[in-house]
């Protein structure tokens, strides 16, 4: 069981992160380079606790975060992801607020079984 990505993880060329049931906690320690990053399935990690690492990813088109029971808060900075067209928090139980953030290209967001 690992609680991140390795430190040496280069996603630079990912496109797709696909990490549904994981036991993480967060996707990696640093802020990396993720100029291609377009899909992120995170959904029913019920121990992911920060995001801080992933509002690099400027070109981010789909977040799924359902089931994320222990996320408690997503970072400011996702307001950087111009091009979220998709993002699903649905029994995102733990979660106490949402940011005031502008996305402009956002077109669904899925709220359902959270806390306000």
């Known amino acids: 069981m690992f609680l991140e990505l390795p430190p040496d993880f280069r996603p630079k060329n990912l496109i797709d992160l696909r990490l549904p049931y994981s036991k993480i906690q967060r ?3 640093d802020v990396k380079d993720t ?3 377009k899909w992120v399935d995170l959904c029913h990690s019920s121990q992911l606790l920060d995001l801080s690492a992933l509002p690099t990813a400027e070109n981010l088109q789909s977040l799924n975060l359902e089931g994320c029971t222990a996320l408690k808060e997503l970072p400011l900075e996702i307001q950087n992801m ?5 993002m699903n928090l649905r029994g995102c139980t733990g979660r106490e607020s949402l940011p005031k953030i502008n ?13 306000t």
């Open 27 to 29: 996707i990696w320690e």
């Open 35 to 37: 100029p291609g990053l």
């Open 82 to 86: 111009k091009s979220l067209v998709f």
């Open 103 to 115: 996305l402009i290209s956002l077109k669904t967001l899925i709220l359902m079984a959270t806390q």
